[in-house]
């Protein structure tokens, strides 16, 4: 009896544990969604590409899935992972990569000619320093990934470091 009680109380806490996806899981019952999770699309909100040029989700190629890479100058996690994604970049030629990172131009440009991203063209870098797309994906720990479909609906996401394996099998 005690077995089946266990089992009974620890079932719902497994099967959440396993639903693919790793933000909020710590969330209490009843507690409000963050905002991507009650309107599931790209953030809506102004950014700073390279050129100064401002760019929002309206301008993103349609028709093709969206990772949005929410990204830290500062994090190496973010680096190591900008790092396997243009080594991998092949990969991800049917999709739009979003970087987003928190931090002001100049910030976002090192990193941006660090990397060579302007060699990439399906990479959309661009700076939000207002942090407004912090709060709306409710990002505790860098890297956030937000992976939408083809129809700008989210797919998944994650929080930290992820492998790539799992991101490209929502693209």
Not at 22 to 29: D, F, S
Not at 72 to 95: G, P, R, W, Y
Not at 104 to 117: F, G, H, N, P, S
Request: charged fraction near 20%.
């Amino acid at each position: 009896m005690r077995t089946w009680l266990f089992v009974l109380l620890c079932l719902p806490t497994f099967l959440k544990a396993q639903s693919g996806h790793n933000h909020g899981q710590a969330q209490q019952a009843g507690a409000k969604l963050p905002p991507f999770k009650q309107y599931t699309f790209v953030a809506p909100f102004q950014l700073t590409a390279y050129t100064g040029q401002v760019f929002t989700k309206n301008d993103l190629p349609k028709g093709k899935p969206t990772m949005v890479f929410l990204f830290s100058v500062e994090c190496d996690h973010c680096a190591h992972m900008t790092e396997d994604i243009l080594k991998n970049i092949d990969k991800f030629k049917k999709a739009n990569i979003l970087m987003v990172t928190p931090f002001k131009l100049e910030r976002m440009k090192a990193w941006y000619d660090q990397y060579k991203i302007g060699n990439y063209p399906n990479i959309i870098m661009a700076a939000e320093p207002t942090r407004q797309i912090v709060y709306y994906y409710d990002l505790q720990n860098f890297p956030g990934i937000y992976l939408y479909n083809k129809k700008g609906q989210l797919e998944a996401d994650y929080e930290g470091t992820v492998k790539l394996d799992t991101v490209l099998k929502h693209l």
